[in-house]
């Protein structure tokens, strides 16, 4: 089993082409890969009135609530909705540091979203965000050049970005992790 996954999504994500019908919460909650598990779907699928069936669905499975942030457009919006934790897409550009501050003002955990992916800057992230390695985009990119240097600046979470059964693995990630000598930090 591994220790703590927070990165899932799930038929909520509604506008996500990856994820399949059989991606439910009831199903992450019974496969229970990791010791810790979070859902966290797209928040422009859950804004136009899902979130609440979304929250008590995950609340119900006994599982922690995330949500995943598409960048500045949506940060300051979901900065007030009442989750665990948020993961957020900060790519590289001033609106979506800045807006990185408040969603940092919230007071709970932000998670850095696959920074690898989308070429985030991480020399402008603040030291108390979380950054991912992420298993379906870490093997996609130069990940040692690119994590290095910052192993030390930063705490590092491991997440899937499961959209499908048989992604809920982090294998991958788990690989970087060790070759970067990085330690898995456990939010919850
Ligand atoms: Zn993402
Ligand atoms: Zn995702």
Not at 27 to 55: C, M, P, T, W
Not at 84 to 96: A, G, L, P, S
Request: aromatic residues 12%; contains cysteine; charged residues 20%.
């Amino acid at each position: 089993m591994f220790k703590q996954d927070l990165h899932i999504h799930t038929t909520y994500s509604t506008n996500d082409g990856a994820v399949v019908p059989e991606q439910t919460i009831a199903l992450v909650a019974a496969v229970k890969h990791a010791r810790i598990v979070g859902i966290s779907d797209h928040f422009e699928n859950l804004a136009n009135g899902q979130f609440q069936g979304y929250s008590n669905e995950v609340r119900k499975a006994g599982l922690k609530l995330g949500l995943e942030i598409d960048g500045h457009a949506w940060a300051n919006e979901a900065a007030c909705y009442d989750v665990d934790y948020f993961i957020y897409h900060c790519r590289d550009q001033e609106d979506d540091y800045r807006a990185l501050e408040n969603l940092l003002a919230a007071n709970r955990p932000v998670i850095i979203a696959h920074p690898n992916a989308l070429g985030t800057d991480l020399n402008r992230v603040p030291t108390e965000c979380l950054i991912e390695i992420n298993n379906r985009y870490i093997w996609r990119s130069d990940w040692e050049t690119f994590y290095r240097p910052f192993k030390k600046k930063f705490r590092f979470v491991l997440g899937s970005d499961a959209h499908q059964p048989n992604w809920l693995s982090l294998t991958v990630a788990l690989y970087a992790a060790s070759r970067l000598g990085v330690e898995e930090y456990l939010l919850f």
